[in-house]
């Protein structure tokens, strides 16, 4: 299991970023929200999709 945010503001192609907690680009407390504790990326995109549109797995922490 990891810990996962996901950026609150989207990218300019209208994603949000999932990142896991010890991701090196990882945003400041005030720009990502708290997803959970779960056992991968696609489960926490899946979670963050009941919140945020078009989530997505940060390239540095969590490549598909």
Do not use: W
């Not at 996962?4 to 896991?20: D, M, N, Y």
């Not at 407390?29 to 995109?45: P, Q």
């Amino acid at each position: 299991m990891a810990e996962f945010f996901i950026e609150i503001s989207a990218q300019e192609t209208g994603e949000h970023l999932v990142h896991k907690s010890s991701c090196s680009v990882l945003p400041a407390k005030d720009a990502i929200y708290y997803l959970g504790s779960i056992s991968n990326v696609v489960s926490a995109a899946k979670k963050a999709s009941e919140r945020f549109t078009k989530p997505t797995a940060c390239p540095q922490c969590s490549p598909v």
